[in-house]
């Protein structure tokens, strides 16, 4: 998979570019561009590969990515059917420091921004508790125009900063966006892999030889360009995938139910992990989930 280059059209009278899409599925190529960009996920899974890293994320994340970095919003494979009537939406936005923006971003008092953008330059997700607050003002800046736009790109870029003293860079500082051809395609492949097997029993070797890699230099190739282990990542899918059944599903699809459609072989293991990536158990998940549910709904 290439990394293409993508080229952000700028209106004449907007320095801040905001997008709204409702499609199928997301973008479907590695690219990069020059612009920063903020994307919150309104509704769709998948998994996002930044850099040398993988996230998977569904409805509700925020992303910041850096300029330059290639990326890849990839849908679940259930977005591709031919029959599928689910799609994606989201709100991006988009602005460039170096670009357009440049007399704004070298005066005196934007030197905190510009540190900013400068340490977490690859980008990173928006913290869970944060994410709230982010969402009405991307909505703010997308519905304004003229300087008020600028007024509210501005609280909200002061934002991001105190939000990034929490979260963590969506790949490594080590990390050069010089990301061979070669290399995309071999990574591009084993997430396909993964994606399209996350729910069936699949083994290291069974990853290792749709790369035509041997175990070992499969588990060194993995690490290295995502940061994660095989295991740790499948769990992630996996554990993602449950989330959105326990609280979108059938009502009376039980735990245990979801535990073994999302591929794993037991109950008890499925608990270990849920509650080592979502940090409590599935049983607390979906009671948590209820009750914010009947607030809100109260509150309505």
């Known amino acids: 998979m290439k990394v293409l280059p993508f080229t952000i059209l ?3 009278d907007k320095s801040v570019i905001s ?21 919150w996920i309104q509704k769709g899974e998948g998994t996002l590969l930044a850099g040398n890293d993988l996230h998977a994320f569904q409805s509700g994340d925020i992303f910041v990515i850096g300029a330059k ?3 890849l919003f990839k849908s679940n494979p259930e977005y591709f059917l031919p029959d599928s009537q689910i799609e994606i939406k989201a709100l991006s936005l988009y602005f460039n420091p170096a670009g357009l923006m440049a007399p704004l971003f070298n005066l005196p ?12 330059r690859h980008g990173f997700k928006v913290p869970k508790a944060m994410k709230n607050e982010f969402y009405s003002r991307i909505i703010d800046i997308h519905n304004a125009g003229g300087s008020n736009r600028l007024h509210h790109f501005l609280e909200f870029l002061d934002r991001l900063n105190a939000s990034s003293e929490t979260a963590a860079s969506l790949c490594s500082n080590l990390y050069s966006p010089d990301f061979s051809e070669s290399e995309g395609m071999r990574l591009s492949k084993i997430i396909n892999f993964i994606t399209l097997n996350y729910n069936h029993q699949i083994s290291l070797e069974d990853v290792a030889d749709s790369a035509c890699m041997t175990r070992q230099g499969f588990c060194r190739y993995f690490k290295k360009h995502t940061g994660h282990t095989f295991v740790s990542f499948l769990n992630e899918v996996r554990v993602n995938d449950a989330c959105k059944s326990l609280v979108l599903g059938e009502s009376s699809e039980s735990i245990s139910g979801v535990a073994f459609r999302v591929g794993f072989n037991s109950i008890t293991n499925f608990n270990r992990v849920f509650k080592q990536v979502i940090g409590q158990t599935p049983r607390d998940y979906v009671d948590r989930y209820r009750q914010i549910s009947r607030v809100n709904y109260a509150g309505a």
Request: proline share 10%; net charge negative.
């Open 19 to 39: 997008e709204m899409i409702a499609q199928p599925h997301f973008y479907p190529h590695f690219h990069r561009h020059d612009e920063w960009q903020v994307t």
């Open 109 to 120: 008092e934007m030197k905190l921004s510009t540190a900013f953008l400068t340490k977490m």
């Open 69 to 71: 970095l290639p990326h």
């Open 10 to 12: 700028v209106p004449d």
